[in-house]
């Protein structure tokens, strides 16, 4: 009797395995399938974004949410595209060393698309096009454009392109950099430098809504930039990401979002010329 008993025990456990391999095996391949290609419905990706770059992307602080320009727009890209975002804020510093380390899946943080960039990044098409502008304080009458630069003190944010412009073409200019461009311009403000260049949508925001009317901006945008969104080196994103803005240029969800920032509607002013 012991030995039947003891028999059958063990047949019910070799079938009992044989059941939880088979639902394993099942279970992998359903997961498989799920899987497939990158960017389909239910995939989740990390988007890495400026702390600070007001319109851009900024941490509202009574949401805890980060906001702006390229917020929503990058939300209506992953929309569009099928596929879900987590949002990281950081340094911008950090963002650039993310996608070259493919730390992150995803950057926007209204970075400048450069040759150098490309070598190590792969951007988006175009989505914003930008440029630099100078500030001075209201009263500043010796700084009238790029060309009075020389033997002043010029904030700055470390690792841009407005750092990467002056150092290349004002030599004769004292740069300083600041890990945060807020910074610049309350050192602007205090009278503890000259001028601040930096991109024109953030210059302008700041000097016409948090400035106090202390600073205004002179001169000619320079160095016309243009905007992209950022993946590592060989992201198989791009292609959804791009099919997925030209969806949203086409329908004006593009235009929706720009003219919430910025006032204006982007394409379609152009369209109906």
């Known amino acids: ?22 639902s394993e095996e099942s279970d992998a391949n359903e997961s498989k399938e799920s899987s497939g290609d990158e960017g389909k419905s239910g995939e989740s990706y990390t ?15 009574d949401t805890g949410e980060m906001e702006g320009f390229d ?14 975002v987590e949002i990281e804020s950081m340094k911008f510093d950090g ?54 630069l020389a033997g002043k003190k010029v904030g700055t944010r470390s ?10 073409n004002h030599p004769d200019a004292e740069v300083v950099t600041f890990p945060g461009i807020v910074e610049a311009y309350m050192d602007l403000q205090a009278g503890r430098v000259d001028a601040v260049m930096y991109d024109v949508p953030n210059v302008k925001y700041y000097v016409n809504n948090d400035a106090k009317g202390e600073l205004k901006t002179v001169g000619e945008t320079l160095q016309g930039e243009q ?33 919430e920032w910025f006032g204006e509607r982007k394409y379609g002013t152009e369209s109906s010329e």
């Open 159 to 168: 690792g841009t392109t407005s750092e990467q412009y002056l150092k290349e």
């Open 71 to 84: 917020m929503d727009l990058i939300r209506a890209v992953a929309d569009e595209a099928g596929f879900e």
């Open 95 to 148: 963002v650039v060393a993310g996608m070259q380390s493919g730390r992150y899946d995803i950057g926007i943080a209204g970075m400048t698309i450069t040759k150098e960039r490309a070598e190590t990044i792969d951007f988006s098409e175009p989505y914003y096009d930008a440029g630099l502008t100078i500030a001075v304080q209201e009263s500043n009458s010796d700084i009238k454009s790029e060309d009075d």
């Open 1 to 22: 009797m012991k030995k039947w008993s003891g028999l059958l025990i063990i047949s019910f456990f070799i079938l009992l395995l044989a059941a939880c391999g088979s």
């Open 227 to 259: 905007y992209g969104i950022a993946f590592p080196k060989d992201s198989e994103l791009v292609d959804p990401a791009n099919e997925a803005l030209q969806t949203l240029i086409d329908n004006g969800t593009y235009d929706d979002i720009y003219e």
């Open 47 to 61: 988007v890495a974004t400026d702390n600070n770059f007001v319109p851009f992307e900024f941490l509202n602080e």
